[in-house]
DNA sequence: TTATTTATGTTATATAAATCACATAAACTC
DNA sequence: GAGTTTATGTGATTTATATAACATAAATAA
């Protein structure tokens, strides 16, 4: 398939539009609808949709019930998403007990991190020491991390998890770690983000359509 | 100009990488060097810099320092980039505390919270009450803010710092807040990025150029 | 000094992504 | 039940973005 790289975002975001509006009593939606809430166009929003062969009808739009479950089948949000966070430090500890993540079926199953005075096998969601990753991963089958230690340690943490079970990471240090072939990294970086955004406001021309990147 | 939306995030790579290359006595570069440590073309790479005005030496590449400084004006760089963060909870906290924004030039100067148990206005990043958010702004010429507060109240701080003179934000609450007129909104969406990367592991055809997103 | 090498700067080309436009079919109207 | 409305589904077109190609000028070599 001829799979933009963005489509499967956007996807993601007109399931958790459709989500917020079944929740409102809400039965249909048309295209015009998702292309406001996400700001595209209702012809992107349908050639979406038409992709992968999620389709509607002809005139009464499509049924948000039917088209969310299709679209959790197709994301993966039909099964818990297992992650491991390494680097259980400011950030770390954050995203290990932020409630955004089980409302959405991600699951923190532990936490790995190098310093001893942060270790506690016996929370709710255990910090283990990084000597246990390889171990964890594999017994648990866990194939997401997400990266919080040191920038400093970024590199080596990679070449260890590249030999598991783990496919890719989120990778949160403000360098940019390229993907390479079973591995995928997704970067978030902050820094870059806040450089980003003071630059449009502050040089770039202004431009009222400005997505949200 | 005909400024394309990625140049300036990889202007500020280039820039990242030839300050490590500078830090290791370096002195010049080539397009090659930039484009193998981003991930892009060395055409690319040229390019971009003669967007700009930019140049090199017909043969000996780009003086680093040169190019550094000219890109330090250019992003911004030369001047402190203030920002507030908004919502000191586990997040905000982390942000606020966050030791790789002052290595870059970016100071957070406060923290607001409505919450009194968290307030503090003594500490080195002091933490004032919402209620001051517009005249601390004001008075301290804020243009940027990190919205780190939870989801139902992230649309309410919007129209609030609308009538302020903060002319963007990040937002890492999980909803995806569209930019308009003369307020620009850049998402952190870490649930997305997350489902995102599972699609990708999961589903998608495994390409070794993915690129780090 | 002349030839050769080499990396830039820029134009031409290719690829990717989004929008436009419209034929089509379902649902309403009279 | 014939005509009208309306929103989908998709091929054609436009726009955006990246790569490839190469002429050019600085540096080196002979
Ligand atoms: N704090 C933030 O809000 C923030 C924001 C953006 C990016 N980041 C990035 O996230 C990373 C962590 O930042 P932080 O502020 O949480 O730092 P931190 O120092 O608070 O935490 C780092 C943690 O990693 C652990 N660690 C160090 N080496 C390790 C190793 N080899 N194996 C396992 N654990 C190890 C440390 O013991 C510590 O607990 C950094 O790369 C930083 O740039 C942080
Ligand atoms: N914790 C994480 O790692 C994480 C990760 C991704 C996204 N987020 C997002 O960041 C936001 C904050 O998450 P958190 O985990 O820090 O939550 P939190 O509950 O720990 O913190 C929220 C803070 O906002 C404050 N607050 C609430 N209403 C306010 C208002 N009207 N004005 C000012 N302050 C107000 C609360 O007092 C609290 O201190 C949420 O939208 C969440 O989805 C958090």
Redesign the pocket.
Known sequence: M??????IR?LSKYRNVMRKMKELGLVK????NLADAVG?????V??D??MF??????????RIDDLVSKLNVLLGKDKKQKVVIIGCGKLGQALMNHNGFPRVGIRVVAGFDSDPAVLDAEAPIPILHIKEIKDFVTKNQISVAALTVPEPCVQGMVDTLKKTCVKGVINFAPLPLKSSDGFLVHNMNMEQEIENLFYNIHFAETNPTDSDI
Chains 1, 2 share one sequence.
């Open positions: 001829n799979t933009n790289h963005e489509v956007r939606v048309f295209s015009d595209v166009s209702p012809s992107l349908r050639k949709f038409s062969n999620l389709t509607g009808n002809k005139r009464g739009g499509y």
